[in-house]
């Protein structure tokens, strides 16, 4: 895989933290092949319940992740849509929804090999 294009690992979790090998640090983070950033759900009007939105992976997509990683908190409080998982089905995106502990360790080991994304939420 292009190093360019690699996904960037994350080094760090912590209640509250994330930090990605690149050194940026975030609260919740989207991460995709080449880059990472603060993933703001204001943007989208993302809350713990009905959860993430197809809007919320948009820009993963865009950056070419092939499989997606969504945690859903250290407590397993962010919720995921239905429409959501099937949104990604229907585009052929392999999606994985895991606790945030396990989710990084998911994409961890993806990131090694494929295009992964991932929306990682580093509390509830």
């Known amino acids: 895989m292009d190093t360019q294009t690699k ?19 975030y609260k919740d983070a989207k991460l995709w092949p080449g880059g990472s950033r603060e993933w703001d759900w204001t943007e989208t009007g993302t809350s713990h319940t009905p959860g993430v939105q197809p809007e919320d992976l948009e820009e993963i997509l865009e950056h070419g992740a092939k499989t997606v990683i969504l945690s859903r908190g250290m407590n397993r409080r962010l919720q995921v849509q239905q429409q959501t998982l099937e949104w990604l089905q229907n585009q052929g995106i392999e999606v994985h929804v895991l606790q945030t502990k396990e989710a990084v360790v998911k994409y961890n080991q993806l990131a090694e090999t494929e295009p992964v994304g991932a929306l990682i939420h580093s509390t509830c």
Request: no cysteine; net charge negative.
């Open 7 to 25: 996904s960037p690992k994350i080094t760090h979790l912590s209640w509250g933290q994330l930090q990605v090998e690149e050194g940026a640090t």
